[in-house]
């Protein structure tokens, strides 16, 4: 079974409104988690870590204030789509390491398809 | 930064032919090599992993990999593939040491046909 649980699995907004993606550890803690975007017909980019209890790490052309990430529990990670605008639209990944840390298999969630019209 | 080449977009081959996938990195130093499988609509899944040791790994449902230093590849190969493989592949790799990102590369869709 699932092991990341990604909600929404999609989602279409409007123009200007914020999104916010949760991405949920089942069954073990994750004090690291990683979020990726796929555009079409291409690879996942990371786009940022996300550390609990602290500030997020993002990768280098990520708008960090419009990406907002929260990682508020050792379970839960969000991304915040704010102010969305149709180049957003694409497909957001969330990923962590299982409980034996970055040696364990990486576990990811289902994705989240964000259409901005 | 390191990057990784999947020669392959898309294959398309017969049940029980044989496989071989595509991966080439560039990073001169130490990484750990990876191939995950995404089956239509699911979530994507490690098939195996390279770390250290015998260059050869064997994955899940029959795949295994060479790590190749001198090209810099990390070749996917099944000897005879079923319906069932149908999916998307893709090869990542990190630097190794203690780094937890994975860079992707574009990723093989697979087609088996019956």
């Known amino acids: 079974g699932a092991v990341v649980s990604q909600h929404p699995s999609w989602v279409i907004c409007k123009s200007g409104t914020s999104v916010k993606i949760e991405c949920r550890s089942l069954d073990f803690q994750a004090t690291t988690m990683f979020w990726y975007r796929q555009f079409p017909k291409q690879s996942l980019m990371l786009m940022a870590t996300?550390?609990?209890?602290?500030?997020?790490?993002?990768e280098q052309g990520v708008e960090k204030d419009k990406f907002l990430i929260n990682h508020a529990s050792l379970t839960l990670s969000t991304l915040t789509v704010t102010s969305a605008h149709p180049e957003d639209s694409s497909f957001y990944i969330c990923s962590a390491y299982g409980q034996g840390g970055w040696n364990s298999p990486l576990h990811f969630g289902n994705g989240t398809r964000l259409t901005v019209t | 930064a390191q990057s990784v080449s999947q020669h392959n977009h898309h294959v398309i081959l017969s049940e029980a032919a044989s496989l071989e996938l595509g991966c080439n990195y560039s990073y001169g130093g130490t990484v750990n090599l990876f191939w995950y499988v995404q089956y239509p609509g699911q979530h994507l899944q490690l098939l195996l992993k390279?770390?250290?040791?015998?260059?050869l790994v064997k994955g899940i449902k029959g795949f295994e990999a060479e790590f190749i230093k001198s090209k810099f590849s990390f070749n996917l190969r099944k000897p005879s593939v079923q319906w069932s493989d149908t999916a998307e592949y893709f090869c990542?790799?990190?630097?190794?040491?203690?780094?937890?990102?994975?860079?992707f590369g574009t990723g093989t869709q697979l087609k088996v046909e019956l």
């Open positions: 990542a790799v990190n630097v190794g040491g203690g780094g937890n990102k994975l860079t």
């Open positions: 390279y770390f250290s040791g015998d260059p």
């Open positions: 996300s550390n609990e209890g602290s500030k997020a790490t993002y």
